[in-house]
């Protein structure tokens, strides 16, 4: 079973609000510039996606920062 990670309300509250507002104002996508956006390890990257599908909305990353040694 899947628990909310602790203090995630707190460190993605940008987050939390921008699907609120998305929701609201019936868009069907949020974008955010870089995937750390939405979690640092597992447990928050599965909470921010849990609530993304929630919200009935998809999401599109902008880019990642230029890492050489990833690219």
């Known amino acids: 079973m899947h628990t ?8 993605f509250a940008d987050f939390i609000h921008l699907l609120a507002e998305a929701k609201a104002s019936g868009k069907t996508a949020v974008a955010i510039a870089y995937p750390w956006v939405i979690g640092d390890n597992y ?21 990642r920062k230029y890492w050489p040694e990833l690219n």
Do not use: F, M, Q, V
């Open 4 to 11: 909310t990670p602790a203090n995630y309300e707190t460190k």
């Open 43 to 63: 447990d928050e990257i599965i909470e921010s996606l849990s609530r993304l599908a929630d919200a009935g909305l998809r999401l599109d990353i902008a880019a």
